[in-house]
């Protein structure tokens, strides 16, 4: 997969199958728009299946507000390479693109990135004021070439499936309604940190450190179970995100692991932390020893709820 970021005037040679959004994350109502994509690449030879999305969220740059996302644009990368993208078009932003008019939006992005194919989302808007819809593309597909494919919300209990609804379970520490709202596990991804070496050293329970950046969003603080994989391995494990509060609380919001049964040093190495089920709350312990002991517990729930994931899904 190429990615490019770039305005809007950078050109793409071979025709193509768009898709534009958002897209924080790719999540289960996403799936019709890859379904589409993959479908029109199986039918022309030469297509090449491209998104167009911005490198931070609009609606933040607007209001001035810090957002906290689903997926960081390199996590954004993985993701869409996996899901068969041949070019992910990541868009900075600008004061030009803001006051950009939707009609003239179109005009660049059919003519630059070759368009025969477009898909997008019922609700997707675009252009100064949000005043471009997926009726303003139909209008003009027949001046520029293209064929609109317009895809209905998936929906799960009566509620379209999309970002917001997945970052809501996310905050509340639903995992499990989040996983499946996603179609995969939430996550976090990042290289492996030297930590403060307490969980090894100071309680006796070794550890792998993530520093997410800030707009990530996480879960409540608390213990999860999760599943790590690094250097092509998988490991079962539980994770702490959080301050640490009983060593003083006075520490960058970190994601700590303890992985089963693993010694290895994996400093440096990039590792995805997959989410599976919340353990409990993170809170301050009286002692070191009251932490080390609800540790064993955390740790043995964890390895007996790991084991039965795993039958499940192998």
């Not at 810090?66 to 993985?78: D, M, Y």
Request: a neutral charge; one cysteine or more; charged letters at 25%.
């Amino acid at each position: 997969m190429e990615y490019i970021k770039q305005g809007i005037t950078f050109q793409i040679e071979e025709p193509t199958v768009l898709s534009l959004g958002k897209f924080d994350g790719l999540h289960r109502g996403h799936e019709l728009l890859m379904a589409y994509m993959a479908e029109k690449k199986r039918e022309s030879q030469g297509l090449k299946a491209a998104v167009f999305t911005f490198d931070v969220p609009p609606r933040a740059q607007v209001e001035g507000v810090p957002s906290q996302v689903l997926t960081t644009n390199a996590e954004k990368i993985k993701l869409f390479e996996g899901a068969g993208v041949d070019y992910l078009i990541e868009c900075p932003f600008t004061e030009e693109i803001r006051r950009m008019e939707p009609e003239d939006f179109i005009g660049q992005v059919a003519g630059n990135l070759h368009v025969r194919y477009l898909v997008v989302g019922k609700d997707f808007r675009f252009g100064h004021n949000r005043r471009g819809d997926y009726q303003m593309l139909q209008s003009y597909a027949g001046v520029y070439g293209y064929e609109v494919r317009v895809v209905d919300k998936a929906q799960k209990d009566g509620r379209d499936i999309s970002s917001t609804y997945v970052r809501e379970e996310i905050s509340k520490g639903n995992i499990a309604q989040a996983n499946e709202l996603l179609g995969y596990e939430f996550f976090v991804e990042g290289k492996i940190l030297h930590g403060e070496h307490m969980g090894k050293a100071v309680l006796g329970v070794p550890t792998i450190n993530l520093l997410p950046p800030k707009e990530k969003l996480l879960p409540p603080f608390g213990v999860y179970v999760t599943v790590t994989e690094c250097q092509g391995a998988r490991y079962g494990g539980i994770t702490n995100v959080g301050r640490k509060p009983t060593m003083g609380g006075g520490f960058p919001v970190g994601v700590e692991t303890h992985l089963f049964d693993v010694s290895k040093d994996l400093y440096g190495v990039e590792a995805k932390v997959r989410f599976l089920s919340p353990v409990r709350p993170e809170r301050k312990f009286d002692s070191l020893e009251s932490l080390v002991s609800q540790m064993q517990r955390d740790i043995q729930y964890g390895k007996d709820y790991y084991s039965q994931w795993r039958k499940a899904w192998n």
